[in-house]
């Protein structure tokens, strides 16, 4: 069973900095790509930032130089660091395992969200 659990969210102001957590298991991380997804109020859910169990990344474009995911060295949490936040980051972020890729129907699990508000 996986199970993706998030933390972190707040309000910030801009120009500020903030980081998410994503619990999982190691066995996840092991079979897994991990995502960040967010979703703003009336938008599509949209792929922030994947990382390989290999280490790779991918950013998407409106992200790349101000976020940065990782994981930990046991493999057990992701993290999202977002910095010079704007408030067109405002939105629900989603930890989601999967096969990878930019798209949410490629991640079979998903977390419950966390609400980040750039205001």
């Known amino acids: 069973h996986v199970q993706l659990v998030e933390s972190g969210g707040a309000l910030v102001q801009p120009g500020g900095s903030l980081r998410l957590s994503c619990a999982a298991s190691r066995y996840t991380y092991s079979n897994y790509c991990m995502a960040w997804f967010r979703q703003a109020p009336g938008k599509e859910r949209e792929a922030v930032a994947v990382i390989g169990s290999d280490g790779v990344t991918v950013y998407a474009d409106s992200v790349k130089g101000r976020f940065t995911i990782s994981h930990d060295n046991a493999k057990t949490t992701v993290y999202l660091q977002r910095d010079s936040l704007k408030p067109e980051d405002t939105a629900m972020y989603y930890c989601?395992?999967?096969?990878?890729?930019?798209?949410?129907?490629?991640?079979?699990?998903w977390g419950q969200g966390t609400q980040v508000t750039v205001s």
């Open positions: 989601a395992a999967g096969l990878g890729g930019m798209l949410p129907q490629l991640y079979n699990f």
